[in-house]
């Protein structure tokens, strides 16, 4: 007979506290018990507590105040340069047609990488989908994107001609922070290939990072022909 191993300490914590929000038990602005509470209740040692209110912190769950305590964090992201929006509304907005080709769709091991990206173990599981997007029949972007199964349970189920990988993720694991930059690179052949472009043509890329319930739900690259593209924001 096998047994399932114990959470850590500090996970089991950390799971505690992301249980109680998510219950509306501990709302925004709500102060959470202290360490010396928590470490009492669980029989740990404060540095465990610590470490799980650390980690929560730096996902932005909660907010942590020195001299008054540890506080439910606003549960939104940081406004930024880029917004968050499915591409399909993007382009339907701009009274164009969007349609896109499903080039890989699998299950796969994290590598050291991506492990440290999400937060997991090497080899450990991960969905994985690479998908052309077009506007108007002429391709736009290629969106390489990696997902933690765990909060999206129906990924390798859907079908990406009905919908995009974005929408789904919205209503599955909805956003709680992210992280991205943008760079210019040279993409692959097999990128160019998608993207209808010659060699040595640069792509703008942004690679992003998204959150949810506490955990990280997805990275993803999206590489865009630099000659035909371009991101705007207003502030």
């Not at 850590?8 to 505690?16: C, E, G, P, T, V």
């Not at 994290?110 to 080899?123: E, H, N, T, V, Y």
């Amino acid at each position: 007979m096998t047994t399932t191993p114990r959470p850590a300490a500090y996970r089991r914590i950390k799971d505690h506290v992301l249980a109680q929000i998510h219950a509306g038990i501990w709302k925004e602005g709500d102060a959470i018990p202290g360490e010396e509470a928590l470490a009492r209740e669980f029989g740990v040692s404060r540095m465990t507590v610590n470490r799980a209110l650390r980690e929560l912190s730096d996902e932005q769950v909660v907010e942590r105040v020195q001299g008054s305590g540890t506080f439910v964090a606003q549960q939104k992201y940081q406004s930024t340069l880029v917004e968050i929006r499915n591409i399909a509304d993007e382009i339907a907005a701009r009274g164009h047609t969007h349609r896109s080709e499903l080039h890989l769709l699998e299950r796969c091991r994290a590598s050291d990488a991506l492990a440290r990206q999400f937060g997991l173990k090497p080899r450990d599981p991960l969905f994985h989908s690479v998908i052309v997007h077009f506007e108007n029949d002429e391709p736009i972007q290629v969106e390489d994107r990696h997902v933690d199964p765990r909060l999206a349970p129906d990924y390798l189920a859907l079908d990406f001609s009905c919908t995009t990988p974005n929408a789904y993720l919205m209503r599955a694991a909805p956003l709680q922070g992210a992280d991205y930059s943008i760079e210019a690179s040279l993409p692959s052949s097999r990128i160019s290939d998608m993207l209808r472009i010659g060699d040595g043509e640069p792509c703008l890329v942004l690679r992003r990072r998204t959150w949810s319930q506490g955990q990280v739900a997805s990275v993803v690259a999206m590489w865009h022909p630099a000659s035909r593209f371009r991101f705007a924001g207003r502030l």
